[in-house]
């Protein structure tokens, strides 16, 4: 069965072409409006008219009954409606997000032979995809996994991405780790503004202002973590992203933390053997009807 799987990143799209047994995946700039990524999907189905489904893996917020992108982050695509164009082609779509493919990735392809699990995404933003009970959490429009936007500071300190206060990924991801630790170095006397979070870790391995403030963001993950094992209960959590598997010391350190707000037994963690594969293999396996949703 040929199909095709499609990982939507902010600057990068990923194009994953499997038939049976044999795969071809490249990489290319993401149209960054409504009508250049129409562009770019007509381009891929001209290409692959032969194809059974396709499934697209989006970042953000999508209404997945109806088959629309409601917000792709880091790009200007907004209320794009896939299904409308691929059904003028006769052609079977599934939009999921992002962390749902990367979650039925890990299960299909990786190490998470368990039935309640959790891929938690620590990147430019924070996501997750959920199994319990065998079975992938979507919620009414698709988009309950959203986690790093529970809200986990009451003070609102630091404003998020998606223009609310307080969310996890305000202050734990690549964005919102430079913004909240210059903050906090600046409350500690220390005015630094920081540029990314690269800068921010390197930092932390000399600078005593930097240390306790990887402290402090490294306590608020655990917070977000601890509520994802409480609400859900999994026997395993895989970790992925750059922000995560680039700096295991910040993860070992929210570890530390985690049992301090547990109601729920700890579950093993460890990081993804995929890595950023682990989107475009979910995708495909979901086009293959690999995994039924």
Excluded at 21 to 45: D, P, Y
Excluded at 58 to 71: E, F, P, Q, R, Y
Aim: net charge positive; charged share 25%.
């Amino acid at each position: 069965m040929k199909a095709v799987g499609i990982d939507i990143g902010g600057s990068k799209l990923m194009v994953g072409v499997s038939d049976n047994n044999r795969q071809n995946i490249h990489t290319e700039e993401t149209g960054q409006t409504n009508s250049e990524f129409k562009k770019q999907l007509e381009t891929i189905l001209k290409q692959n008219q032969d194809v059974s489904a396709t499934c697209i893996a989006s970042a953000g917020t999508i209404d997945m009954k109806k088959g629309i992108i409601l917000k792709s982050p880091n790009t200007r695509i907004r209320n794009f409606n896939v299904r409308e164009l691929f059904e003028k082609h006769h052609k079977r779509l599934y939009l999921v997000n992002d962390c749902v493919a990367a979650l039925v990735g890990e299960k299909c392809f990786g190490d998470a032979n368990t039935e309640n699990f959790i891929y938690l995404t620590i990147s430019t933003g924070i996501g997750a995809g959920i199994f319990v009970d065998g079975r992938i959490l979507f919620g009414k429009d698709g988009n309950a996994h959203e986690v790093g936007h529970t809200v986990l500071d009451m003070e609102e300190r630091m404003k998020c991405g998606c223009g609310k206060r307080g969310h996890w990924e305000a202050y734990c991801s690549g964005t919102g780790i430079p913004v909240f630790a210059s903050y906090l170095m600046k409350q500690a006397g220390f005015n630094r503004n920081i540029k990314n979070a690269k800068e921010f870790f390197e930092l932390a391995k000399k600078e005593k202002p930097a240390k306790d403030a990887l402290e402090i963001i490294a306590k608020i993950n655990a917070m977000g973590i601890a509520n994802l094992i409480n609400c859900y209960d999994p026997e395993l959590i895989v970790l992925g992203g750059p922000v995560a598997l680039k700096n295991p010391d910040y993860i070992q350190k929210s570890q530390k933390h985690i049992k301090n707000y547990l109601i729920n037994r700890m579950p093993e963690m460890r990081f993804t053997k995929l890595k950023d594969g682990n989107v475009i293999q979910g995708a495909l396996a979901l086009a293959q009807g690999r995994f039924k949703i």
